[in-house]
């Protein structure tokens, strides 16, 4: 006899195809995007200080190779010409000539020091005086001519240095003045720190060593 009981049914079983899936979130979370910005923030600063170095020791570097093109040219100039590029300044040329500079002598305007040590007799020409050495090394423009430099001869690259005229500028070539014939010369040459400021060549010349310094 069967049962009067309502009828069974069977377990429903749904296809794969048929199951509805949660929704897969998309996007960043916040902290997912601060992390990633803090990360290239990271990076960006490792890289500027890499490239901050690398300026830095540029401009250390140029200053130095420079400062060594420039001794030579010192020293060409004592080649030839037999002397050292000295300014004809009265009380500089006596005291070497009588080399009575046992305390440090120095003209009115500080332009030089002279100073007599156990090494021997040096003159040293700081900082923006510097020019005074240097002006006398330039060749000469069109028809005038640098009487220190009668031979007219290229002692300076004028493509690698820079004085302190209208910026720096690259250094001009020695010449004479429209007006009154003036010698337009005091044009120190100069150079870039590691912090990008500005400084000047100093010159020192020992006569006893036969020896000549550019110091940063």
Same mark, same amino acid.
């Given at each position: 006899?069967?049962?009067?009981?309502?009828?069974?049914?069977?377990?429903?079983?749904l296809?794969?195809?048929?199951?509805?899936?949660?929704a897969?979130?998309? $996007?960043?979370t916040?902290?997912e995007?601060?992390?990633?910005?803090?990360?290239i923030?990271?990076?960006?600063s490792?890289? +500027?200080g890499?490239a901050?170095?690398v300026v830095?020791?540029a %401009? +250390?570097? %140029?200053a130095t190779?420079?400062?060594a093109?420039? @001794?030579?040219?010192?020293?060409t100039?004592?080649? /030839?010409? *037999?002397l050292?590029?000295?300014? !004809? !300044?009265p009380?500089l040329?006596? @005291?070497l000539?009588?080399?009575? &500079? &046992?305390?440090?002598?120095?003209?009115?305007?500080a332009q030089?020091?002279?100073t007599?040590?156990? !090494?021997?007799? &040096?003159?040293?020409f700081?900082? =923006?005086n510097n020019y005074?050495?240097?002006?006398?090394?330039r060749?000469?423009? *069109?028809?005038?001519q640098?009487?220190y430099?009668?031979?007219n =001869? @290229?002692f300076? !690259?004028?493509s690698?240095?820079?004085?302190t005229t209208?910026?720096?500028? +690259?250094i001009?070539?020695?010449r004479?003045?429209? &007006? *009154?014939?003036m010698?337009e010369?005091?044009?120190p040459?100069?150079y870039?720190?590691? #912090? $990008?400021?500005? *400084?000047?060549?100093?010159?020192?010349?020992?006569?006893?060593?036969?020896k000549? /310094? =550019? #110091?940063?």
């Amino acid at each position: 006899m069967r049962s009067s009981g309502s009828p069974t049914v069977p377990p429903l079983h749904l296809q794969p195809s048929m199951i509805v899936k949660p929704a897969q979130r998309a $996007g960043f979370t916040i902290i997912e995007l601060m992390a990633v910005i803090l990360l290239i923030a990271l990076l960006i600063s490792i890289l +500027f200080g890499a490239a901050q170095y690398v300026v830095r020791t540029a %401009r +250390f570097q %140029r200053a130095t190779s420079t400062a060594a093109a420039l @001794q030579a040219a010192i020293a060409t100039y004592r080649h /030839e010409y *037999g002397l050292w590029p000295i300014p !004809d !300044d009265p009380t500089l040329q006596a @005291q070497l000539a009588t080399l009575s &500079s &046992s305390p440090p002598a120095t003209n009115a305007y500080a332009q030089w020091t002279l100073t007599k040590t156990s !090494d021997g007799i &040096s003159v040293t020409f700081p900082t =923006v005086n510097n020019y005074l050495v240097f002006d006398m090394l330039r060749a000469s423009s *069109g028809s005038a001519q640098n009487p220190y430099n009668t031979n007219n =001869v @290229q002692f300076i !690259d004028n493509s690698t240095v820079f004085t302190t005229t209208n910026a720096p500028l +690259f250094i001009p070539r020695y010449r004479i003045s429209s &007006s *009154g014939g003036m010698i337009e010369a005091g044009h120190p040459i100069v150079y870039q720190n590691r #912090d $990008g400021t500005m *400084g000047y060549y100093s010159i020192t010349i020992w006569f006893d060593m036969e020896k000549v /310094e =550019v #110091d940063l």
